[in-house]
């Protein structure tokens, strides 16, 4: 193999027992790219990282790296870099025999292998700290000596487990920061499983969105971010409102939409995109502005909530409740009337959900 490669799932179906637990799923990883597996627990994400290592069998599918297909290859020879979440370091041995570990498998000279392993740790800030046990250090050090345990043998693919689940907040976003630093300086294909978004988004080039199986949407973080695909995925990167409409004027780019209870809302084609004649308006609460001008959708506001930038109001409408963004210059009291506006550059369009 190459000391990088593309990978390639392709059409993978996993059971546990008689559990479909992944359902028909495709990938591509760029050679050099890192992708990360975002979802909640059960997504699929960790059972498609275990089927990669080899560690689960798919019922139906293939894997390949490269030239190379893993699909009925044994884990032991896929030659894949692996971070786990607790480490997995031996208590026993030392940082340098724990990052020379892989090397000394694979039949490398003892010198070749520790010259390799220090400069390793060199790389990773941990030279002064050879000699010591894994008890004797912090949890980012514990980390960046499983990180550089899994680079030190040069592998085509390399694959994180949850590896920031253990450390402190501090510690997540300084360890996210090296991590991509020194995948982007080594070139190695990554994928990257993890629940947490911010953390997804902040150290990926693509980003995967899960759930029951599938990947729902692949896309870069800011995609995703501002123009999720579906409901699914949009409710999970923070769209709070989803309001059904339908069409019922149309002038130029300027359309008028009807929703429940006969509230209607014209929105901009030119700012947000085509609309069909049904449609799903998505928007985060900063994505509808409290006002009391009699344009927009009509409201019964609720609680209000300080968020130092803004308030946000929990707020009844006709269409059902939602939650809205006012001025801090401008507070308004719950039980008041007001219209809620939308923005575009917090909205998306998108189709309506299946029934």
Same mark, same amino acid.
């Given at each position: 193999?190459?000391?990088?490669?593309?990978?390639?799932?392709?059409n993978?179906?996993?059971?546990?027992?008689?559990?479909?637990?992944?359902?028909d799923?495709?990938?591509?990883?760029?050679?050099?790219?890192?992708?990360?597996?975002?979802?909640?627990?059960?997504?699929?994400?960790?059972?498609?990282?275990?089927?990669?290592a080899?560690f689960?069998?798919?019922?139906?599918?293939?894997?390949?790296?490269g030239?190379?297909?893993?699909?009925?290859?044994?884990?032991?020879?896929?030659?894949?870099?692996?971070?786990?979440?607790?480490?997995?370091?031996?208590?026993?041995?030392s940082?340098l025999?724990?990052?020379?570990?892989?090397?000394?498998?694979?039949?490398?000279?003892t010198?070749?292998?520790?010259a390799r392993?220090?400069?390793?740790?060199?790389?990773?800030?941990?030279?002064?700290?050879?000699?010591?046990?894994?008890?004797a250090?912090?949890?980012?050090?514990?980390?960046?000596?499983?990180?550089?345990?899994a680079?030190?043998?040069?592998?085509?693919?390399?694959?994180?487990? $949850?590896?920031?689940?253990? +450390?402190?907040?501090?510690? =997540?976003?300084?360890? #996210? !920061?090296?991590?991509?630093?020194?995948?982007? &300086?080594?070139?190695?294909?990554?994928?990257?499983?993890?629940?947490?978004?911010?953390?997804?988004?902040?150290?990926?080039?693509?980003?995967?969105?899960?759930?029951?199986?599938?990947?729902?949407?692949?896309?870069?973080?800011?995609?995703?971010?501002?123009?999720p695909?579906?409901?699914?995925?949009?409710?999970?990167v923070?769209? $709070?409102n989803l309001?059904? +409409?339908?069409?019922?004027? =149309?002038?130029?780019? #300027? !359309?008028?939409?009807?929703?429940?209870?006969? &509230?209607?809302?014209?929105?901009?084609?030119?700012q947000?995109?085509?609309?069909?004649?049904?449609?799903?308006?998505?928007?985060?609460?900063?994505g509808?502005?409290?006002?009391?001008?009699?344009?927009?959708?009509?409201?019964?506001?609720?609680?209000?909530?300080?968020l130092?930038?803004?308030?946000?109001?929990q707020?009844?409408?006709?269409v059902?409740?939602?939650?809205?963004?006012?001025?801090?210059?401008?507070?308004?009291?719950?039980?008041?009337?007001?219209?809620? &506006?939308?923005?575009?550059?917090?909205?998306c369009?998108?189709?309506?959900?299946?029934?």
């Amino acid at each position: 193999m190459t000391a990088t490669a593309p990978l390639s799932l392709a059409n993978l179906t996993a059971h546990y027992g008689a559990t479909k637990v992944l359902d028909d799923l495709s990938l591509e990883v760029g050679a050099g790219e890192l992708v990360s597996l975002l979802g909640a627990s059960g997504c699929g994400k960790t059972t498609t990282l275990r089927l990669i290592a080899g560690f689960l069998a798919p019922t139906r599918g293939s894997i390949r790296l490269g030239d190379t297909d893993l699909t009925a290859l044994p884990a032991h020879k896929r030659n894949i870099g692996l971070v786990f979440q607790n480490y997995a370091l031996f208590p026993h041995l030392s940082v340098l025999d724990n990052v020379a570990f892989g090397l000394k498998q694979r039949g490398i000279a003892t010198s070749e292998r520790e010259a390799r392993a220090r400069r390793m740790l060199d790389r990773v800030g941990l030279s002064a700290l050879a000699d010591r046990l894994p008890g004797a250090l912090s949890g980012g050090q514990r980390q960046r000596v499983a990180l550089a345990r899994a680079l030190v043998i040069e592998p085509p693919l390399l694959m994180f487990d $949850e590896p920031l689940s253990n +450390l402190d907040a501090k510690l =997540r976003i300084d360890m #996210r !920061v090296e991590i991509r630093q020194l995948q982007r &300086a080594n070139g190695t294909t990554s994928v990257f499983v993890t629940h947490d978004q911010e953390e997804a988004f902040s150290i990926s080039d693509r980003v995967a969105i899960m759930d029951a199986g599938r990947i729902r949407q692949l896309d870069t973080p800011e995609v995703l971010y501002q123009r999720p695909a579906n409901a699914f995925v949009a409710r999970f990167v923070g769209f $709070e409102n989803l309001i059904d +409409l339908r069409v019922t004027a =149309r002038d130029g780019a #300027r !359309v008028t939409a009807e929703g429940a209870g006969g &509230a209607t809302v014209t929105l901009d084609q030119d700012q947000l995109g085509a609309i069909p004649d049904r449609f799903v308006l998505a928007t985060r609460p900063d994505g509808l502005r409290v006002a009391t001008g009699e344009t927009g959708l009509p409201c019964t506001l609720g609680l209000r909530t300080y968020l130092g930038r803004a308030y946000h109001y929990q707020a009844e409408t006709p269409v059902g409740p939602v939650t809205a963004s006012g001025p801090l210059s401008q507070p308004l009291e719950p039980g008041g009337t007001a219209w809620l &506006a939308p923005d575009p550059e917090q909205c998306c369009i998108l189709p309506p959900e299946p029934a």
